[in-house]
């Protein structure tokens, strides 16, 4: 079968992706094999390509927001049908027996393993995942819809948890794209005001039109002091601008999995006043079910701009350039 794979990891206008043609994967015990249909180009793959994330498999095929059909299913796998749709996402193994799994997060287990890092991923015809953590997906989402909801969706709406706003409260959300226009999404459904800052016009419109109170510039003020706040994007430099325009006892989640350094920060302007800042951490199955469940109630809006197989490394150097609306999605 033809995939991606990551050879080289380097600067993304050199094209560290190659076209590689390898065995089909056959499923083992308790596992299913997807013939894919769409999967998302999240910020995660082009860390890996880029060398940001060391891969922890030689030639290791990214994308982790995989929607296909179940074309094979291994031993004692009863989970679902041949042809039923499913999603494979980010977190797909965890030991069952560390100390954070033993406390019921899994997302901080010990000995992980991440699709797309550890094992091979969605940029391919065909992908295997243990159907323990495999999600069953709501019917009124397309493939490529559904695909964005996988990484983009779910860690997103972890980040957006964590950053503890209440229903009338004020969320600021820093950067804009895949993450971001879902969760501002769950966040207004919610009753939460929500305030954004992002550099990219395109997705200020967006942010426009999905119904945020306020939009500005990456590292531009909020009219109003915000109760939470959730760092998108991947720049360090912004978490000092971010936790200043936080209320007093107010929140600071980062979503990213990398982020460039974070400046000095000065405790009386920053952290003082029982300011809190807090990182995310892949997610939960459980998160997963209940995102899903979510985006289905209130039927979330999925911007997403399809690139077809061929065209993946074009994606993520749009990804990489900022010109992507709401999220990336390879669609065979
Ligand atoms: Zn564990
Ligand atoms: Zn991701």
Redesign the pocket.
Known sequence: MRAWAVRSPGPIAGGPLTSVSRPEPLAGPGEVVVEVTACGV????LHLAEGDLRPMAPGVTPG??VVGRVVQRGAGAERFEPGDRIGIP?LRHTCGSCRPCRRGAENLCLHPRFTGWHDHGGFAERALVDEAYAYALPEQFSDEEAAPLL??GI?GYRALVRAHVPPGGRLGIYGFGASAHLAAQVAIAAGVEVHVCTRSLAARSLAHELGATWVGGAADRPPVPLDGAVLYAPAGELVPVALEALDRGGRLSIAGIHLSDIPVLRYQDHLFQERELVSVTANTRADGEEFLAIASRIGIQVETTPYGFDDVDRALLDLAEDRVRGAAVMVV
């Open positions: 999240c910020r995660t793959d982790h927001e980010w990484c983009a860690v």
